[in-house]
């Protein structure tokens, strides 16, 4: 079995420049660069992203300037720390969880409970006013 292409190369996108205000702002909260935030986003989007706690979670301290705490970066640590040397693509998916699953659960748990439903006039999700 042959070893993937691991060179790099760029893509370009254009969004609305609040958008792009945004990410950036977003990616500085995280101590990224706008290209890994982007790259980071994108690959959590395609195999989804474990917003819960998962088994390799560690618990971190959370500080005031910090409410997130430092999970992620805890969590890199650990899994580089079981599993050895990783390329970008391996970490992404070690720290993945099966979150488009745990969405769909979700939402048909909330659509039974008549709490949201789905508008297709609106186009999306809503809350009803039933709780």
């Known amino acids: 079995m042959s070893e993937p292409d691991t060179s790099r190369s760029s893509v370009k996108t254009y969004v609305p420049t609040y958008q792009k205000q945004q ?15 982007v790259r980071t986003m994108v690959q959590a989007g395609r195999r989804g992203f474990d917003l819960e706690g998962e ?30 040397v990783m390329s970008w693509d391996q970490l992404v998916e070690a720290l993945s969880g099966d979150f488009e699953s745990r969405l769909e659960e979700t939402l048909d748990s909330l659509q039974s409970a008549n709490r949201i439903r789905y508008n297709g006039r609106e186009g999306g999700y809503v809350v009803t006013d039933s709780e």
């Open 55 to 84: 088994d390799e979670k560690p618990e971190a301290p959370v500080e005031p300037s910090n409410p997130g705490g430092n999970a992620l970066e805890g969590r890199v640590q650990e899994v580089l720390h079981r599993r050895g």
């Open 23 to 37: 990410w950036a702002d977003h990616a500085d909260e995280l101590g990224m660069t706008q290209s890994e935030f």
